[in-house]
């Protein structure tokens, strides 16, 4: 049971939390308030709250955010929820900054707000997710062999560990990852998502694509013109949960936009591949990247910066790069067009078409150390709405 503080001026956001709240079995309202000041930072009063729900707006934000660091630094275990009219992005990154994990806009989407309400209680009763490893990869910028990276990969990790691999193809309007394994979908993206949670593991598996006589599925269903529509922050969450009962590991390959569902995957995801090259225009793509991960308080320890078909004698240097985005690079892929051009043409991963080469000796040794690595203590995020925010303020 989640006791909860609701703290708002407007009575009709006031009446829709509270309404909402009191058909939620697994919440209490201990109390509400026009006000933050309202509330005395007393043991009496908050020692048994889990969760504080506040308004916030430009006027009152350092008002507030002073009075929540005062309950903050004296009730750690207690929650916030920031819920706010204004798409102001000052504002977002301020509440951020001050460890407000969830920022939702008002007028509420009730499914994202109930989402954010359950979180906290799994948190609260220390609910443990299924331990896989979810490996994002990643690019704002289109060409950059990101779909190459993602099935290769998922193949290795598939060999090394001998254990069920899954890939997400979440890039919406297209099938490139069938299309490189030689698979036809069997299934649209509606009826697996809605018989994705009701289904036993061996009927799961069965509505996905495998991959010859080997451990890697394929999650790509058939799709049409307007499919990214389809893929809402709460289907992605519900396919990414049901899979991790089955999976180890989840390779994602993730859409070139950022924009609330995409975010949904990263914030889902244990480790995000951030793929870029040594050209000018993809360091520069790689730094507005960088920038808006650091302006929403995205953790840089989830990011891994991979540069593609590196070239030892580029114009621009790893230094180069490093200087400029002051970030390190985490692993180089070498160019080598031609034998990956050879592995797409067949519809196989390059470890089964030429095993030898520097490409696929590369995608090995990355695939080891991403199994190597302990990414079980990686904090996730869920601002399913800050990152909505942010969509919104670029329209």
């Known amino acids: 049971m989640l006791n909860v503080i609701i703290i708002d001026k407007n009575k009709n956001s006031k009446d829709f939390l509270e309404n909402f709240l009191n058909k939620y079995e697994n919440t209490q309202i201990k109390n509400s308030f026009d006000n933050l000041n309202?509330?005395?930072?007393?043991?009496?009063?908050?020692?048994d709250i889990d969760l504080i729900i506040f308004d916030i707006d430009s006027n009152n934000a350092d008002e507030s955010l002073k009075s929540i660091k005062k309950i903050k630094d004296k009730f750690k275990n207690i929650s916030f929820i920031a819920l706010s009219y204004e798409i102001n992005s000052e504002l977002v990154t301020k509440t951020l900054k001050e460890g407000i994990r969830d920022f939702l806009l008002k007028p509420l989407i009730p499914a994202i707000f109930e989402a954010t309400i359950k979180k906290i209680e799994n948190e609260k009763n220390d609910i443990k997710e299924a331990n896989s490893t979810i490996i994002n990869i990643f690019s704002q910028k289109g060409g950059v062999g990101k779909t190459s990276l993602a099935i290769n990969l998922a193949y290795q990790i598939s060999t090394?560990?001998?254990?069920?691999?899954?890939?997400?193809?979440?890039?919406?309007?297209?099938?490139?990852?069938?299309?490189?394994?030689?698979?036809?979908?069997?299934?649209?993206i509606d009826f697996i998502v809605n018989n994705i949670e009701t289904?036993?593991?061996?009927?799961?598996?069965?509505?996905?694509d495998k991959y010859q006589n080997t451990n890697l599925y394929v999650f790509s269903p058939q799709k049409d013109i307007n499919i990214g529509y389809k893929y809402t922050p709460q289907k992605?969450?519900?396919?990414?949960?049901?899979?991790?009962?089955?999976?180890?590991?989840?390779?994602i390959d993730s859409p070139n936009i950022i924009d609330e569902t995409t975010m949904a995957i990263l914030n889902n995801s244990n480790v995000t591949l951030l793929i870029g090259m040594l050209n000018m225009a993809s360091v520069r793509n790689l730094q507005k990247c960088y920038e808006l991960f650091d302006n929403i308080g995205y953790k840089n320890d989830k990011i891994k910066l991979i540069i593609n078909r590196y070239i030892e004698k580029s114009d621009i240097t790893i230094k180069d790069l490093e200087d400029?985005?002051?970030?390190?690079?985490?692993?180089?892929?070498?160019?080598?067009y031609l034998t990956l051009i050879d592995a797409i043409n067949l519809g196989k991963p390059v470890e089964e078409t030429n095993p030898?080469?520097?490409?696929?000796?590369?995608?090995?040794?990355?695939?080891?150390?991403?199994?190597?690595?302990?990414?079980?203590?990686?904090?996730?995020?869920?601002?399913?709405?800050?990152?909505?925010?942010?969509?919104?303020?670029?329209e």
């Open 356 to 394: 030898q080469s520097n490409i696929a000796k590369a995608y090995g040794l990355l695939s080891q150390e991403l199994i190597n690595t302990d990414f079980s203590n990686t904090e996730k995020l869920y601002n399913h709405g800050v990152f909505n925010l942010l969509r919104r303020m670029g």
């Open 160 to 188: 090394k560990t001998s254990q069920k691999v899954c890939i997400l193809d979440f890039s919406f309007n297209s099938e490139d990852i069938c299309t490189f394994l030689n698979i036809k979908p069997k299934f649209n």
């Open 199 to 208: 289904s036993d593991e061996k009927l799961l598996l069965s509505l996905m």
């Open 38 to 47: 309202s509330i005395e930072i007393t043991k009496e009063n908050l020692d």
């Open 324 to 336: 400029t985005i002051k970030k390190k690079v985490y692993f180089k892929i070498p160019n080598n």
């Open 236 to 251: 992605i969450i519900k396919i990414i949960n049901s899979l991790k009962n089955i999976f180890p590991y989840i390779v």
